[in-house]
């Protein structure tokens, strides 16, 4: 079945062949266009029961008929099939595209078929994966990524087919295998520590050459990443729209994605850098709202103005309004075209720089500045959530949560205050 979908030239149904997915009705057998059967790219599996043949096992319900009900009742099931396309979330659909490309993958190097497994094929898989895979074995904590996206592949199929396939990764056999794996077979980690707040004052201070225009890129882009908790992807993206006035101030375009903000803009009671919406390569905030950053004028315990740092930056460099914000300096006063993406490396160098007999620089990298502010906050005793939104982390939100917001006030309050443990959280304010 997977297979006529796949090599679908033209629709059955209409004749249509000007698309490249085509879904494969389990019921009628046929092949379908997206316009008989719609169906994304991203679809996990291209099977669909297409409207017509769902219609047809409940005909039977109908007792008056009538033209009026029946067009009623096929745009309602249209519109359940769309609903159900969408209630994975991209990055969970993506997830479980991933572990079946990698089954398939392993099956074909094996020159075995794909997809569905059997049990013992499954197992062999989980043993490949942590002990001969090659160029290198893989953590259990993928495996069992990969694995979870197999075992949704099953009963994906198992329910539109209304085959009687048995899922192999729900059997005791694999779930006991795989319990054995996560026990023994732990990579160590690669992921790399946050800076302290001691670090991070010192590379503010002394860590970045300032006298140089690339110098004085990296501390802002370095105070972006950290004091906003910004992804790298994410910070590189960035757009500023400004002008400087006569008065050798700045002036923000309001649309500006990235501005400073003054009183008396009604949200705002005191100045700050706003960071909002659209960074949407921030992969774990949410696709509906990527959430504002805020990033305050004054940081106590790194004795920083990141306001005046960043304003200073634009009258002395001028980053073309409007174009990439941490686009780097080339020559005497231009800039590349290119996105900026040695975040890595231009951290590190801060801290060696700042941090002559370290010893440890492999230990960080450029996630190291994000990763940084959240551990202050929560060493400072901030819940969960309001670091979650502080940072634009995907937090797993019950019905109550949607009733309440993360103030402005508070991130900036938070971020303001980091390394000062004494101030409870839930009796502020
Ligand atoms: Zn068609
Ligand atoms: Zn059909």
């Not at 700045?250 to 909002?276: C, D, K, L, M, W």
């Not at 890595?344 to 620089?361: L, N, Q, V």
Request: hydrophobic letters at 35%; glycine letters at 8%; proline letters at 6%.
């Amino acid at each position: 079945m997977l297979l006529r979908a796949e090599s679908s030239t033209g629709c059955q149904r209409c004749q249509e062949k000007n698309t490249k997915i085509f879904s494969f009705c389990p019921r009628c057998r046929e092949s379908l266009c997206t316009l008989c059967s719609p169906m994304t790219e991203d679809t996990i599996i291209p099977l669909q029961v297409c409207v017509q043949c769902e219609l047809q096992a409940t005909a039977h319900r109908s007792v008056v008929s009538s033209r009026e009900h029946a067009r009623t009742r096929r745009g309602l099931t249209a519109t359940v099939q769309h609903m159900e396309r969408s209630v994975l979330r991209p990055t969970t659909r993506a997830g479980i595209v991933r572990g079946v490309k990698d089954f398939e993958n392993y099956a074909a190097s094996m020159g075995e078929l794909g997809l569905p497994a059997d049990v013992l094929g499954a197992c062999q898989y989980i043993a490949y994966s942590v002990t001969v895979r090659q160029p290198e074995v893989l953590d259990s904590s993928t495996v069992d990524n990969y694995v979870n996206g197999q075992r949704a592949w099953h009963d994906l199929v198992r329910e539109v087919t209304g085959l009687p396939l048995q899922n192999p990764y729900r059997s005791p056999r694999v779930r006991r295998l795989l319990k054995h794996v996560k026990a023994h077979f732990k990579k160590d980690s690669k992921a790399k520590r946050p800076f302290t707040l001691a670090e991070a004052k010192r590379m503010y201070h002394g860590g970045f050459r300032t006298h140089t225009r690339s110098g004085r890129h990296h501390k802002v882009l370095f105070m972006f990443c950290n004091l906003g908790l910004l992804r790298p992807n994410a910070s590189k993206q960035l757009r500023c729209s400004y002008r400087l006035r006569a008065d050798g101030r700045v002036e923000f375009a309001t649309n500006s994605q990235v501005r400073v903000v003054r009183p008396p803009y009604p949200a705002a009671p005191f100045i700050h850098v706003r960071v909002g919406g659209g960074h949407s390569s921030d992969k774990n905030a949410t696709s509906a709202k990527p959430g504002d950053r805020f990033i305050p004028a004054v940081v106590h315990q790194l004795e920083l103005k990141p306001v005046e740092l960043f304003e200073a930056y634009l009258i002395i460099e001028r980053p073309p309004s409007g174009g990439l914000l941490f686009a780097a300096p080339l020559g005497k006063t231009g800039f590349r075209l290119t996105t900026f993406s040695n975040h890595g490396e231009a951290f590190i160098k801060g801290y060696e720089r700042s941090h002559p007999d370290a010893t440890d620089s492999d230990t960080l990298g450029a996630g190291s500045a994000r990763k940084a502010a959240a551990q202050w906050l929560w060493s400072g005793g901030w819940a969960k959530r309001v670091i979650a939104d502080a940072g634009g982390w995907f937090c797993k939100k019950s019905a109550v949560d949607t009733y309440f917001k993360t103030d402005p006030e508070r991130i900036l309050d938070a971020i303001e205050n980091v390394g000062q443990k004494t101030r409870l959280p839930q009796n502020r304010r």
